[in-house]
Each structure stands twice: as structure tokens, then as C-alpha cells.
């Protein structure tokens, strides 16, 4: 009796009705890859259209240079611009869309002739510094012929002047030349007397 009595007193007790709970670890979840959010390029942007992912303006108006496709899709319009750009190989399209550019900012800052009328201003400069430099070597041709002339008046006016230095600064070498020419105009006298001698005897 007294063991049942203990069996319902536990029975009864508040910490019978908590069972053992197994705690587990449940695995990491993985980790979503980063989307990378691809800025639109500027040509995309300004007409409002979704940039694919092969468009062929991407490279060469980057979102950073808005102003650049501003000014060529003003002149020659998105179109043409693709267009052009597809009947161009890879190696060439840089280059190409500079040139475009720059055509189209001329013909923006001049209407009526465009890059022709820069080319025909370049070309008239051309011409006046062709014509500049033919004159200054002209002007340097002459101003060498003038020098040579010059030296040449300058030695021929230095050569009695050289002479007479040389006859002051060797007074001893002149008197021997001197005294040799005496002495052969005597003994040439001497000969001449003794030719004539034996006819003034006669």
C-alpha cells in the first residue's frame, strides 16, 4: 500500500511531465552567389533600352562617358551607329567610333562644312608655314654666301698686311736676300767688264 502511494506521489509531481530533449545541430545553409549588378552602357541609358549582354556599343561608350554617344547619336543617329559598327571588324571599331565622334562635334560646332572645314583650314596652314620655311632658308642661304664673302674680302685684305709683318718681324733674313742679290749684281758687272775689256783695246 505504501508503494502505490508513492508511485501516484510521483506520478503527481510537476517534473514528470518533462521528457529529455535531444538538441541537434542542423547543417549551414549555402551561401547565394552575389549578383553583380552590370551598369547599363551610356548609349543603352540615354535611349532607355536594357544593355544585353553582348551589345556591341557597351565597349566603346562606357556609362562613365554619356556625352560621348550624346554627341554622335545627335549626327548620325543609334542605327547608323550600330550599323557602321557591324560592317566594321573588332580591330577597327575604336578607332571608328573616335572618328565619328570627332566628325560629329565638328559638324555640331560648324553646320554648313563640318571636318571639311577644319581639314581645309589645317591644310591652308600648312601652306603658309611651307611658304615661311622656304623663305627663312632662302634668308639663310644668302646670309652664308654673304659670309663667305666676307671671309674671302677679309684674307685677301689680311695678305700684304701678313707680308709686311713677316719682312719686320725677319730683319737678318732680308739683309742676307739683300746682300746676295748685291753680290750677284757684281759679279755679274765683273763678267760683263771682262767681255767688253779686250774690245775697248782695240
Known amino acids: 500500500m ?16 518533462f521528457s529529455p530533449t535531444i538538441y541537434t545541430s542542423s547543417p549551414p545553409q549555402p551561401m547565394a552567389p552575389l549578383q553583380v549588378v552590370m551598369s547599363p552602357c551610356a548609349a543603352c541609358k540615354i ?19 554619356p556625352a560621348k554617344f550624346t554627341i554622335a547619336h545627335k549626327v548620325f543617329g543609334a542605327s547608323n551607329i550600330i550599323k ?54 632662302a634668308e639663310v642661304v644668302n646670309m652664308q654666301f654673304q659670309q663667305a664673302n666676307l671671309v674671302a674680302l677679309i684674307c685677301m685684305e689680311m695678305a700684304p698686311q701678313q707680308s709686311l709683318d713677316n719682312f719686320i718681324s725677319n730683319p737678318h733674313h732680308n739683309n742676307i736676300g739683300y746682300q ?19 774690245l775697248s783695246t782695240r
Open 2 to 17: 505504501d508503494l502505490m502511494n508513492d508511485i501516484n506521489t510521483l506520478n503527481s509531481s510537476p517534473f514528470s511531465h
Open 47 to 65: 535611349l532607355r533600352r536594357r544593355c544585353a549582354e553582348k551589345c556591341v556599343l557597351a565597349p566603346y561608350f562606357p556609362p562613365t562617358e
Open 84 to 137: 557602321f559598327l557591324q560592317e566594321v571588324p573588332d580591330s577597327q571599331r575604336a578607332d571608328a567610333v573616335t572618328s565619328m565622334v570627332y566628325e560629329a562635334g565638328a559638324r555640331i560646332r560648324d553646320p554648313i562644312y563640318g571636318c571639311a572645314g577644319v581639314i581645309c583650314n589645317l591644310q591652308k596652314q600648312i601652306n603658309q608655314l611651307q611658304a615661311q620655311l622656304a623663305k627663312t632658308q
Open 180 to 198: 746676295n742679290n748685291n753680290l750677284n749684281f757684281y759679279e755679274e758687272n765683273i763678267s760683263l767688264n771682262s767681255l767688253l775689256e779686250p
